[in-house]
């Protein structure tokens, strides 16, 4: 049996599918290329037949990701599989990965369907794609709940059909490891041509035993894990990729298996996921949580001073963490910027440092803390770069008692800079006002967090909205020493997207009326 286990990453797809803001293309382009550069094998981009935006960041993706294969799911239905190879056709090569639901209870409540039929729609389903690709992923929705004999019967008729890798998906996350790693077991002591096929397995987390389920596949045989990075996805997510890629190195010994990830990667990657898709991770998560590598109890600490196997069966290095570095603001130089870059491993050969750092500077005025990300997306996006914003903060005062609070701003629209005061409930209520106002913006706020960034005296506050705007949801974040500026400049991130869409709307109507 082949000792690689493939690496499918679905947080484009099944992760960003549970997000309470959507990610627009330019950010799903920068997640690809950091799990490209993670080595993920096969990146899922998304659901085309969803929506035109999916569709356009799946076919950005497969044009711009070289090293990882991008894959785009679909159902079992002919115009949704023709939808996601018209959005893969850019890549030289790629996979569509075609679904349909296999237990009772799907079958029979959801399709309302015979089982006959459901396995004459997935075989057709996968000759549907094999006309488009050599590489077809099939999976049988909620395989974990499926009898048997009736996964074993889809599983060879998807085979036959020209499916290469079979999914089998614990879409309720409902089984217990050993049982699921029966599941598998038995699909490769039963379906006879199970060999011309990879075994994957795509495990939920609604019980906590994703990771441990999809470990006990592998072991059974399984050489494809889906997953997604900090556990993102539907529900209480998916499958955690860092453990799943952790667990396979540090045990090595006892598995005899590897995977092509880059171990060192997964601290930056899990922090820009986590940052661009405005979830936080738990401190206590294993791998990526801030406490995962720190130890508090005395005699911990004194079996680590004397010798670092007592309490860690990993190194922090190992994961790519490192001594914090220095914050990039406004105030870094060009020689910190190249550091970085250096430090992330670009060379000055692939980037001018010149343009990318007059780059630099303009979000750094805009964003406060420039991250190593926000760099690596400076510098792919050298010839994307987004206009200037249209609404900006120039000038904000704040009294705040413990009654009322006035606030007074100058903001520039466009050319011109406009001033408002407000009386509040408290500070940033009034700095709301005084924007809405100005901008002839009102928004609906769905959420509003605020949260410490960086550490000590260089810390700074985050604010995070997601706000609610024609039906349609916009995550804006704003990064300040003084946390009322950043509520404000979040506010303002949203209404300067909501803007550009609104003119792009504007554009498209008057060409078309033309
Ligand atoms: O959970 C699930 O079953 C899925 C399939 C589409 C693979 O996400
Ligand atoms: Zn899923």
């Known amino acids: 049996m082949k000792d690689q286990v493939i690496i499918f990453d679905t947080t484009l797809r099944d992760g960003e599918q549970a997000l309470s803001a959507s990610l627009t293309v330019k950010e799903k382009l920068q997640i690809a290329y950091a799990l490209e550069r993670l080595g993920v094998d096969v990146i899922e981009a998304g659901f085309p037949v969803s929506s035109p935006g999916d569709f356009e960041s799946v076919q950005t993706i497969a044009k711009h990701i070289k090293n990882s294969r991008v894959c785009a799911l679909s159902r079992a239905v002919a115009k949704d599989i023709d939808a996601a190879a018209e959005s893969l056709k850019v890549a030289d090569a790629f996979r569509i990965h075609t679904f349909i639901s296999t237990s009772t209870v799907h079958v029979q409540d959801k399709l309302r369907r015979s089982y006959d039929d459901v396995i004459d729609m997935g075989v057709a389903a996968v000759k549907c794609a094999r006309n488009y690709t050599d590489d077809v992923e099939f999976s049988c929705e909620d395989a974990g709940r499926t009898p048997i004999d009736n996964l074993c019967r889809m599983v060879e008729a998807a085979i036959n059909a020209g499916a290469n890798t079979i999914n089998i998906p614990d879409t309720v996350g409902y089984t217990l490891p050993n049982e699921f790693g029966g599941i598998v077991a038995q699909l490769f002591d039963r379906v006879p041509n199970i060999d011309k096929a990879i075994i994957s397995v795509h495990c939920h987390d609604d019980l906590g035993m994703s990771v441990a389920n999809s470990m006990a596949a592998v072991q059974a045989g399984a050489r494809q894990v889906e997953a997604t990075i900090n556990g993102l996805g539907e529900r209480a997510g998916n499958c955690s990729l860092e453990e799943i890629a952790m667990i396979i190195k540090t045990r090595a010994d006892f598995l005899g298996v590897h995977t092509n990830i880059k171990h060192d990667e997964i601290h930056r990657t899990s922090k820009m996921v986590s940052q661009l898709c405005n979830s936080p991770i738990q401190a206590n998560k294993a791998i990526v949580g801030a406490n995962a590598f ?221």
Do not use: W
């Open 294 to 514: 720190s130890h508090s109890s005395g005699i911990h600490q004194d079996g680590m001073l004397k010798n670092k196997n007592t309490y860690e069966i990993m190194t922090p290095e190992s994961i790519g963490l490192k001594n914090q570095a220095l914050n990039l603001t406004s105030r870094s130089g060009r020689a910190a910027v190249k550091s970085h870059m250096d430090t992330l491993g670009y060379t000055e050969k692939e980037y001018d440092l010149d343009e990318l750092y007059a780059d630099f500077l303009k979000l750094a005025d805009r964003k406060g803390q420039v991250f190593d990300y926000d760099l690596e997306a400076l510098m792919h996006f050298a010839n994307l770069r987004e206009e200037d914003d249209f609404f900006k903060l120039n000038y904000l005062s704040v009294q705040s008692g413990s009654i009322m609070a006035t606030t007074s701003i100058k903001l520039q629209c466009g050319e011109e800079e406009k001033c408002e005061a407000a009386v509040g409930n408290g500070p940033v209520d009034a700095l709301y006002q005084c924007i809405y106002r100005l901008t002839g913006y009102d928004i609906v706020l769905d959420k509003f967090d605020l949260t410490a960034k960086g550490e000590g005296e260089d810390g700074l506050g985050q604010a995070d909205i997601i706000a609610n705007y024609k039906g349609r949801k916009y995550h804006g974040t704003g990064l300040a020493t003084d946390i009322v500026e950043a509520s404000g400049q979040a506010l303002l991130h949203v209404i300067n997207s909501i803007h550009r869409a609104d003119k792009i709307a504007e554009i498209k109507e008057r060409t078309a009326t033309v």
